[in-house]
């Protein structure tokens, strides 16, 4: 059964540094994987999908990685800003038309 | 301009009294899911539909049904809500259901149970 982990749960940083979001998953197995952002309350915005045959994928300050091998994901965030805290949640597909397994979500925190 | 709306955005219900949430999307796209998600939990897939195809998830409770009238619209039904099933209702579309679809999602429905 496949199995998403974020890690950290909870992760605070200053202005203007660059971090990097860790997602793992148990089953290599995968069609591909996102990363959705999902404000408190709200519903969940797609920031990047990766395929199983990409490597990585970016959208302005933001890359995604995937290493299918060892079951894990990046999303490394350039420059933060205050304007990027919200949690963020990684999800794989494991084959078409199955549900998106979902981690937990590792909520960022960015002070001015 | 928004793809995938959710009405309503807030929803109050009692204990035993149904309630049925929407779901609607200007992609038209084949694929509509409804998930689940508890507070500071995952998002968890209830079910789908392909087309008119119904596809529920092993473990979906019984107390919850789903209607897709045409390929805009679909609804999620409780009939029987109970404390535990107050939780944010994301509905998401896909163009298919081919490896590499992307899903989108709507803005949620918090559902409330007193």
């Known amino acids: 059964k496949q199995e998403v982990t974020q890690i950290p749960a909870a992760l605070s940083v200053p202005e203007g540094e660059n971090l990097v979001l860790n997602c793992s998953f148990t089953?290599?197995?995968?069609?591909?994987l996102q990363w959705f952002r999902q404000d408190p309350g709200k519903g969940l915005t797609s920031l990047l999908l990766?395929?199983?045959?990409?490597r990585e994928q970016t959208s302005g300050r933001l890359n995604a990685s995937l290493d299918k091998s060892s079951g894990r994901s990046t999303l490394y965030i350039a420059a933060s800003q205050p304007g990027d805290s919200a949690t963020y949640l990684c999800a794989v597909e494991g084959q078409a038309g199955t549900a998106l397994i979902f981690g937990k979500g590792t909520t960022l925190s960015v002070s001015s | 301009d928004a793809m995938v709306i959710q009405n309503p955005r807030y929803q109050v219900t009692q204990f035993g009294k149904p309630v049925t949430l929407s779901c609607s999307q200007t992609l038209n796209h084949n694929v509509m899911y409804w998930y689940q998600q508890k507070s500071s939990q995952a998002p968890k897939l209830l079910f789908h539909?392909?087309?008119?195809?119904?596809?529920n998830e092993a473990d979906t409770p019984d107390n919850f049904q789903s209607r897709r009238p045409n390929t805009s619209f679909c609804f999620l039904d409780i009939r029987s809500p109970g404390l535990g099933d107050a939780a944010m209702y994301l509905c998401a579309t896909s163009r298919d259901l081919v490896a590499g679809s992307e899903q989108y999602f709507g803005p949620g429905t918090r559902l409330t149970v007193t």
């Open positions: 539909y392909y087309d008119k195809d119904f596809n």
């Open positions: 990766i395929q199983s045959s990409q």
């Open positions: 089953d290599s197995a995968i069609y591909n």
